[in-house]
């Protein structure tokens, strides 16, 4: 059968694979799977989301079901509005971090999480054989206007708001012309402090820095940081889930470091916890979590299986490399605004500077490439490197493990016709090496 999902929600290109009549048929097929509502309805900020917002809103209130719409938000505002204002579900739209042209659904089950695999498989069978229901009554349509609020003071209820005030941190934001445009700002505020911003206007074209915050696009991030002698600086993606941040002295942090140094903070707090992380991040977790009588649960690459796991096992902490992180205490799902709440928290409780807090950390490095290629092509990357003497976790992809701190992981991209290469050393020349040596392999398998 053909698959409606990626990796994140439904996406596609608006007007080409993405069609109205396309959108329509999705969330017919998710009203059936809800089966009642009222469903909220939220958009990210890109050129199409209010049109699709209103075919979303009509198909549903067709089937009979009402729908509330919360306007533009990012998307964990979304999720926890659906869960803390007790929607029977949600729908994001949104292509995250996506270029311009895409646009995407991302449907929310009533405990504030994307839907499950499981579920996605059912909203499928629905969607192919246009298994609908119907009923002789329309729905209606109307506004929820407690989404930003409610979600605000959760974040700010899950700190210590008076002990981040007294510090009146200086943190510089760069919104990337996305959703957290419309929270971020409002909560450092809240929480004391001096805010600078960057790319602050919502512009579904990213004409700033693009929708995804890349080392190789923070420089603007990284200066102002150092020129405003800032605490800190952070960068969220273009629907506010992923965070990646910038220390005092303007290096940008890997979503691995900020996610450890994070994780570390929490465990001293929280010890004998679960924390939820893909295959793909980094090894040094196992040792932070070991201090803490804690322990890691690996998963497959994707935000929706960590948030899943967290779910059933009511973890504590979840991540991934990429700069998304989930604090369990709020909401199981990746949260930029309450990722900058927790470091604020952290730095508020340590004598330390960010750059002096991340050097406590055990040593580690890591790094991620990508190489242009087909599914196909890939699935033969795949099955050629697997031919080794070395351990191999074939889970996602394929990890070729050589010891516990050095590996390198393929797979194939869930959201783009693209292979993504992850590699962990205990130095940086051998991480450079390791990336080189796969990249290479991997062009001579297309090349055969
Ligand atoms: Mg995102």
Redesign the pocket.
């Known amino acids: 059968m053909a698959k409606l999902f990626g990796t994140?929600g439904i996406r596609g290109k608006f007007g080409e694979d993405f069609t109205l009549d396309f959108v329509s048929d999705v969330c017919l097929s998710l009203a059936s799977f809800f089966n009642k509502g009222p469903i909220l309805v939220g958009y990210d900020g890109r050129e199409s989301s209010p049109i699709i917002a209103k075919i979303v809103c009509s198909s549903i209130n067709s089937v009979g079901i009402d729908c509330h719409i919360t306007g533009l938000v990012p998307?964990p505002c979304l999720e926890y509005a659906t869960k803390n204002l007790s929607y029977a579900g949600g729908i994001m739209i949104?292509a995250?971090?996506n270029p311009s042209e895409y646009n995407g659904i991302k449907p929310v089950f009533h405990d504030g999480v994307e839907i499950s695999r499981k579920d996605e498989l059912l909203v499928e069978d629905i969607f192919f054989k246009k298994n609908w229901i119907s009923n002789n009554k329309f729905g209606h349509t109307k506004k929820e206007e407690r989404a930003i609020e409610t979600y605000i003071n959760d974040i700010v209820s899950k700190v210590d708001p008076e002990k981040i005030r007294s510090q009146k941190f200086k943190v510089v934001l760069d919104l990337g012309n996305g959703a957290q445009a419309v929270t971020a700002p409002k909560l450092c505020q809240k929480l004391g402090c001096e805010i600078v911003t960057l790319n602050e206007e919502i512009d579904g074209t990213f004409p700033g820095r693009g929708p995804e915050p890349l080392p190789e696009n923070l420089q603007d991030l990284s200066d102002k940081v150092m020129e405003s002698k800032a605490d800190f600086g952070v960068a969220f993606?273009?629907?506010?889930?992923?965070t990646i941040f910038c220390d005092n002295n303007g290096n940008i942090l890997s979503g691995d470091k900020s996610a450890l140094l994070l994780s570390k903070y929490i465990l001293e707090k929280n010890p004998k916890s679960k924390i939820v992380t893909c295959l793909n991040s980094a090894s040094t977790i196992e040792k932070i979590a070991e201090k803490n009588s804690s322990t890691v649960i690996r998963t497959k690459v994707g935000s929706v299986e960590v948030s899943r796991e967290m779910a059933l096992t009511n973890a504590i902490i979840g991540f991934e490399e990429n700069g998304?992180f989930m604090y369990g205490l709020h909401n199981y799902v990746?949260d930029g605004a309450m990722t900058t709440a927790l470091m604020l928290d952290l730095l508020a409780n340590s004598t330390l500077n960010l750059s002096d807090e991340v050097a406590t950390l055990p040593k580690t490095f890591t790094k991620k490439d990508k190489v242009q290629c087909t599914k196909e092509e890939s699935s033969k990357i795949i099955d050629t490197l697997k031919k080794t003497n070395y351990r191999v976790d074939e889970t996602d992809g394929v990890k070729i493990i050589f010891n516990e701190s050095n590996w390198v992981m393929v797979r194939q991209s869930g959201t783009e016709p693209i292979i993504r290469i992850y590699a962990e050393s205990d130095s940086q020349e051998k991480l450079d090496d390791l990336l080189t040596e796969y990249k290479e392999k991997i062009k001579s398998i297309l090349c055969r």
């Open positions: 994140n998307t949104t995250s971090h993606d273009g629907d506010g889930d992923r998304g990746r």
